[in-house]
């Protein structure tokens, strides 16, 4: 096996993100991800929160933080406090409002709010006071120096958090793999960006130890249902149940060595009764890709699969941030 720092830089790169943990560098930032949501405390109108989520996608976007997520805990957010609503004396009449926008950006996990921005005044007009509300919205310029500045303290907050609480995740995903949990503690370790360098060599190398576990446990208890399976009907039949089993032990697995020693004795048993040719190899990996590349990528694999959290899995009602 090679050295876990060559395991460590093949993680990196997988993720295409071989990212120092440098406070200075704003591409480094894109590997963190905002969640724009709108907040059901929020004094937004239902039909207008579609305007602003936009608005706030824009702003991620435009700041590298647009990227897929696998957690959504943090979060961007706005709020507007309506300064003033009339009617104006024109034919026909129409809804005027001037708004004052605040944006937000924090843990919904924790209810921590990490950065703030209070932007210009907004303005609009129309038929209804739904149409003059998107109308204001409009006026928010997602390129305002202001909204960059109060998105990069954000960041930075984001990246100490993960730099502060990377024993605590380490410490929860182990438990969670004491609880035979063993997908869930690698999904929690993969959402550690890789722009926190130290955290995220920390997080990989404990995923990686969580992985051989879990392969470990799956192949023990493929390799016992298959053995029952053959002792169960040592026929032809048989054989194939077992062999069933025996294609799902992954090929790091500890238990691989006694499922090729059980696929030998299952050959030799079927050659005896039937003369017949059973032919069957344990899975293996591409012997032209890395080993240790392949490995990373199930790894990676499992813990895309059970991080990706939708955003109502936070409870997105109120955090007390206005």
Sequence with gaps: MKQLLTSILLIAACFAAAAQNNEDKADD??????????????????????????????????NGLGADSFDPRFIITANMVELSHETTATAPAMQALVLSPTLYIGDAATGTLYATCALKQIKGAGTNDTKAYMQAVKGIRVDDPAVQRFIETGKKRIIEWYNSQIDFLISEANSLAGQDKYDEGIALLFTVPTVCKEAFDKAMRAAEVIFQQKIDVEGAALLNAATHAWNASQNWAGANEAAGYLSQIHPLSSAVAGGMALSKTIAARVKELDNREWDFAMKQFDANVSLESQRISAMAEVGKAMAKRPVNYYNMNSFGWW
């Design 29 to 62: 930032y894109g590997r963190i991800a905002l969640t724009p949501v709108i907040l059901q405390e929020s004094s937004i109108p239902p039909a207008a929160s579609n305007v602003v989520l936009n608005k706030l996608t824009q702003m991620v976007t435009k």
